[in-house]
């Protein structure tokens, strides 16, 4: 598949459900996942971060009774790590979905480069400590965590403990 703003190749993200131009870093997600895998409610204000992701300005949003920021274009989410710890709970408490046996992390996810939106400084990319294979990013000077789009589907239907 080709990528519809510049023409460059697309590499597929398994984990994540998408689709992101080698060249311009375009998304293109597949039709199953145009509705939100999570109950992710989004105002029309927006916040003063940018994404860490495409740089798109973040819009507020509530998760499970938590606030937080989201990119319109990447799907991403940005949280307070306290308040996502509340959130991760809550989601996999009343998680109706089968158990799912998550994907092996893809090494390559380590390489990434995301300024933190708050301080500007690098992100932390390490293996989320929870149940799901998945790769965050996070600053622990302003106490902020990154995940891609589909990677809360993944901690939420990763086996273990609810």
Known sequence: MMCH??????????????????????????????SADQPIYISDAYGDLSCPACQELLAR????????LTCRTCRGVLADNG?????IRRLRTAAA???????????????????????????DAHPYYGPGNVVVDTCAHCRLIWL??????VIEAAPGAR
Request: proline share 9%; net charge negative.
């Open 83 to 87: 308040s996502f710890a509340d959130v």
């Open 61 to 68: 949003a509530m998760l499970s009774g938590e606030e937080l």
């Open 97 to 123: 979905t089968r158990d799912e046996r998550p994907l092996p992390i893809d090494p390559s996810e380590y390489d990434r480069v995301l300024l933190c939106p708050g301080c500007g400084q690098r992100m």
């Open 148 to 153: 891609d789009h589909g990677e809360l589907a």
């Open 5 to 34: 703003n510049c023409g460059g190749p697309m590499k597929v993200s398994p984990q994540r459900k998408y689709l992101s131009c080698v060249y311009c870093g375009t998304f293109a997600f597949s039709p199953d996942t145009e």
